[in-house]
């Protein structure tokens, strides 16, 4: 621990996460309070401790018990009390965002694993069945993949938060040419407007995904904001879910042979990722431009303040 500990001698961060974790510590005052110490001295120091703001870490934590729960014949309903959340709602949209896929997808009936519901974390303690917590070997810390899952996760979150966004211009606003002549890619035709640029940044992953799990050339469906948004909504759990899976086999360096391609071409799977990654964060702050262009007030996109939100 830090070597301003007060007093040293103790396993001082396991008291700390005790207080994180204990059931009736919902907020981070009702942590501190716990430990006796100021909020912010004790958000510090789990921070520098265990490298993950106390209020993230409890939620993750939570939702690898809940994970584990529902695959032990749990409700979603119990599941999601059980993890502190308010509504049903709110916790299937934080499930479905961490684990790329709903609370509610059946069981395969695979052979269970110890870590199958462990999420990505910096300091490898994990929710450990049936009340405890496994902390792993941390000689990964800091590991690439972490950065990527928190990319992946920031993309698609701010991508449907710029489609809710759009739903706020006229419809010829939305389709006007704002940006003449602009192509992101050569082979990807033109991008001159919101509706363009948005409609690109779902039709990407639906492409892709379809390539990475052998299906046939996806349909491309209505480009208005609402339907952009339903068709982002279903398939960004199955990209975060196609990522997650890559990660976990270590198989960033796996060839794709994409028969979408004529004649088909062959790709390395990280380099797919990269490639969804880079051209989406072109485009989401192009979006950005252009909402501002026609009069809306948006964001940065940045993914620190992000981060900050999503850990308050």
């Known amino acids: 621990m830090a070597d301003d500990d007060p007093l040293p ?15 009736d510590n919902r907020t981070l005052p009702d942590m501190a309070g716990d430990a006796y110490a100021s909020p912010w001295y004790f958000a ?28 032990e014949g749990s409700s979603v309903t119990a599941a999601a009390f059980a993890a502190g959340y308010e509504s049903v709602e709110g916790f299937a949209r934080a499930f479905g965002r961490a684990y790329g ?52 996760h920031h993309d698609v979150e701010d991508t449907r938060a710029l489609l809710e966004g759009a739903k706020a211009l006229p419809d010829e606003e939305y389709r006007r040419a704002r940006l003449p002549g602009l192509s992101v890619l050569a082979w990807s035709g033109a991008e001159e ?33 609402a339907a952009l948004l339903a068709r982002h909504d279903a398939v960004a759990p199955r990209w975060l879910a196609a990522v997650r899976d890559i990660a976990r086999r270590g198989a960033w360096g796996d060839r794709l042979v994409d028969a979408l391609c004529e004649p088909p071409e062959t790709f390395v799977l ?34 620190i303040d992000w981060l900050t939100r999503r850990n308050r």
């Open 9 to 23: 001698g103790r396993d001082r961060l396991r008291e700390l996460l005790d207080a994180v974790l204990d059931e």
């Open 44 to 71: 510090r120091q789990v921070s520098r401790g265990a490298g993950e703001p106390p209020v993230a870490l409890r939620r993750r934590v939570l939702l690898e018990r809940a994970a584990w729960q529902l695959r």
């Open 101 to 152: 896929h709903s609370p509610g997808t059946p069981d395969d009936g695979r052979p269970r694993t110890r870590d199958e519901h462990w999420l990505p974390a910096p300091n490898g303690i994990h929710f450990h069945p049936p009340t405890s917590l496994w902390v792993a070997d941390d000689s990964g810390r800091g590991s690439p993949d972490e950065v990527t899952a928190m990319l992946v």
């Open 193 to 225: 407007s919101v509706a363009a640029l948005l409609g690109a940044l779902v039709w990407t992953k639906e492409v892709w995904l379809a390539s990475i799990e052998g299906a046939g050339q996806p349909a491309r469906g209505a480009d208005d904001p």
């Open 270 to 303: 990280g380099s797919v990722v990269a490639h969804v990654l880079t051209f989406s964060g072109h485009r989401r702050l192009l979006v950005r431009h252009l909402l501002r262009d026609a009069g809306l007030a948006v964001d940065s996109g940045d993914p």
